[in-house]
């Protein structure tokens, strides 16, 4: 039972364009969503989080928006730039569970971004 | 801030035997560390959850004998792969929470293990 799904599991970008990511959830229970970049053979590095209270935060190039009615977010990165090649997961956490809420990961999209 | 290191970055062992990994977190305490498996082109399985000072919480279907977790310190877990076998190789990562009220709630990840059994 894949919670959190992420349908595309590759994207290709040219350089200085906009990359959108996309993720859906089913757990309308999950109340912290968090994007992840990760390398081949390298640990996922934290990217972006949102609150369910919220719909957008911003970072830099970096926006996530969060639409709970639909249980979908996105990343959005703008400009994209070859650097930005990687694998993003997105992950989310339930609102119960106490200190050790775990992370429930999405399957990841390989972003590539052309220069 | 919020470093966490895993030792040893990359393992080749024979079959049948055990391995350790370690898994730190340098600069914050963590009460609650995770341990993830990666298989190629796949999503990051959460295996167990090691709480400091206390059982590891297993993921349904990780063998609890088989991989054996300790937290005996706010700053380490390791990981054992007890009788290794071929399909054990994968990619195992750890990652951290922090342990203190007000601190950030996401997890942040070791840089990974890859274990090879042969």
């Known amino acids: 039972d894949q919670q959190v799904k992420q349908n595309s599991p590759s994207l290709s970008v040219q350089e200085g364009r906009i990359s959108i990511l996309n993720c859906d959830y089913t757990?309308?229970?999950?109340?912290?969503f968090l994007w992840y970049k990760k390398y081949p053979a390298e640990g996922p590095t934290f990217l972006i989080s949102?609150?369910?209270?919220?719909d957008k935060n911003e970072d830099g190039r970096f926006t996530v928006f969060l639409n709970k009615s639909a249980k979908h977010l996105s990343l959005h990165i703008v400009p994209s730039q070859p650097g930005d090649s990687a694998v993003y997961f997105c992950?989310?956490?339930?609102?119960?569970?106490?200190?050790?809420?775990?992370?429930?990961f999405g399957t990841g999209t390989l972003l590539a971004v052309q220069p | 801030g919020a470093v966490v290191s895993q030792h040893p970055s990359r393992v080749i062992c024979k079959s049948g035997t055990s391995v350790k990994i370690e898994c730190r977190s340098l600069?914050?305490?963590?009460?609650?560390m995770f341990w993830y498996r990666q298989f190629p082109k796949k999503s990051l399985m959460l295996m167990a959850t090691s709480n400091e000072g206390s059982k590891a919480t297993y993921e349904q279907g990780v063998e609890k004998d088989k991989f054996l977790i300790n937290h005996a310190s706010l700053t380490l877990s390791t990981l054992t792969v007890t009788s290794a076998h071929p399909e054990d190789s994968s990619f195992y990562i750890c990652?951290?929470?922090?342990?203190?009220?007000?601190?950030?709630?996401?997890?942040?990840f070791g840089p990974g293990t890859r274990l090879t059994v042969l």
């Open positions: 992950a989310a956490r339930p609102l119960y569970g106490g200190a050790t809420n775990k992370l429930i």
């Open positions: 990652s951290a929470r922090w342990g203190l009220a007000g601190g950030p709630r996401e997890q942040f």
């Open positions: 757990n309308s229970m999950f109340d912290y």
């Open positions: 949102i609150s369910s209270i919220k």
């Open positions: 600069d914050f305490q963590a009460t609650t």
